[in-house]
């Protein structure tokens, strides 16, 4: 399994930011994908999720309406398009996987991650 998150950087309070990660190494189309995001010193926190066909989708409630989760099944990518940044918003985003179709917000059932690209928001 290979994650490769692209599109963090320093963005301005109220901005916009696309996140992608790119997936190889496994049947991209059959799993969960998941957008995580980690504070330092603090515990990774679930931001969205998205079944393997793209049906089933879910969001961590501070991101819920400013955020959206997307997924290409064709192109093996798993997109973020985040809306509204706030500063809190500060953290290094990760992409992740697991083997089920089916979403859930618990860190500990995703089983492979990305290196993270880290998005800051800062006036």
């Known amino acids: 399994v290979h994650l490769v998150e692209s599109g963090g950087g320093l963005v301005q309070p109220g901005d916009s930011l696309r996140l992608s990660c790119a997936a190889s190494?496994?049947?991209?189309?059959?799993?969960?994908m998941a957008w995580f995001r980690q504070k330092p010193g603090r515990d990774r926190e679930f931001v969205a999720a998205?079944?393997?066909?793209?049906?089933?989708?879910t969001y961590g409630g501070s991101v819920r309406g400013r955020f959206i989760i997307s997924r290409d099944n064709d192109k093996n990518t798993v997109d973020l398009q985040m809306s509204a940044l706030e500063p809190e918003d500060t953290a290094v985003y990760y992409c992740?996987?697991?083997?089920?179709?089916?979403?859930?917000?618990?860190?500990?059932?995703?089983?492979?991650w990305g290196q993270g690209t880290q998005v800051t928001v800062s006036s």
């Open positions: 190494g496994f049947a991209f189309s059959s799993y969960a």
């Open positions: 992740a996987m697991r083997y089920a179709a089916g979403v859930t917000t618990e860190v500990y059932h995703w089983s492979d």
């Open positions: 998205i079944s393997y066909r793209g049906r089933g989708i």
